[in-house]
């Protein structure tokens, strides 16, 4: 494992850095508007937001975000992991939630900007990585319900751990009855706030009753598997690797079609298709489903070990060996990530100090 060098803020942290515990100390902002489109990224100290108590997110929930991470290589550059993709799909998220569309080479220098900055702050750790969160919302005054003409796009940044690590237990999901987390056209593909906001009562629900998150079936007929908690989830049967297609209500994850490429790439039979949870659990009890795991950028790739449904548990018992496909994909994917192979598919950009682009405000 590398070490911190002394100067970084991280070397005087004590203990895990968790997901969220400490945000570096500068933050990017951004501003659209109708009429002057967007201005230059500007980097700024970490500090609270003032928003009118009329702006537009704040009752109609014009919100999207992005999750990323930037990951320190043994020369000691900076990379971030397929931020194209993010970029991509943070376009299509304003898209959906009619808002100003950010080019993508705009949101790339505005996150690399952030990095180059916070560089210090990029943990060498083998499990732990720089966390973005590029926000966007809609922060115009006004009152009826419409489309805001003003944008606030910002940027945050912790150093985290993985949220599933080595010597974790694996995860138990619970299947949610009574709750869907997206319904047809109803922007679940979308990485838009709301998406969340109302997951949380069956996230809560779940928690109490000793899972880690709830397993989502489709909202028509209740019985194809979707999406687990907020990650993208797959089942190996063999040599066959399944996971649900990009139905319109399943979010396009980066880690998903990063698993998809590299289970192909291996002679493994990739296969996006409708998942029924009866043939799961069913196979799972027979024995014959070898792996469930989920993937996602914060939580990487981790294994299933219990499904429950109806108040029964359905347990897969290898879940977490070594040998796993979750246990291979998480490694091969880290070691692209941090830069110990060679990066053969060019998922890794170095982030390289911007241009002029660049205005440092006072505090
Ligand atoms: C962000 C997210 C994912 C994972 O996407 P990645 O790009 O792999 O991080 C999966 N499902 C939901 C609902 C998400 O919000």
Known sequence: MMQQDARSPLAHLGGALGFGKYMTNAMVLCRYSDGTGWEKPSLVPYGTLAFDPCALVLHYGQAIYEGMKAYRSPDASIALFRPDRNAARFRASARRMEMAEMPEGLFIEAVSTLVDAQRDWVPAGAESSLYLRPVMVADE?????????????????????????????????????????????????AKTSGNYGRTLIALEAARRSGFNNVLWLDPVEREFIEEAGITNVFV????????????????????????????????????????????????????????????????????????????????????????????????????????????????????????????????
């Open 141 to 189: 005054a006004a009152f009826g319900v419409r489309r805001s003409t003003t944008y606030l796009f910002f940027i945050v940044a912790t150093p985290v751990d993985a949220l599933y690590r080595d010597g974790m237990a694996p995860f138990r999901l619970m299947v949610s009855e009574d709750f869907a987390r997206a319904a047809p056209g109803g922007g679940g593909d």
């Open 236 to 363: 190996r049967r063999g040599r066959d690797l399944l996971t649900p297609p990009l139905n319109g209500r399943i979010l396009p994850g980066v880690m998903r079609e990063t698993i998809l490429q590299l289970a192909r790439d291996w002679g493994l039979s990739a296969i996006e298709r409708e998942i029924s949870v009866t043939e799961l659990l069913s196979g799972i009890d027979a024995g014959d489903v070898d792996e469930v795991f989920l993937s996602g950028t914060a939580v990487h790739v981790a294994p299933v070990g219990v499904i429950a449904r109806r108040g029964r548990e359905h347990r897969l018992a290898a879940a977490g060996e070594a040998q796993s496909l979750a246990k291979r994909l998480s490694q091969a994917i880290s070691e692209i990530q941090r830069g110990l192979v060679a990066d053969t598919r060019g998922w890794m950009r170095r982030v390289a100090a911007p241009s002029d682009c660049l205005v440092l405000s006072e505090p």
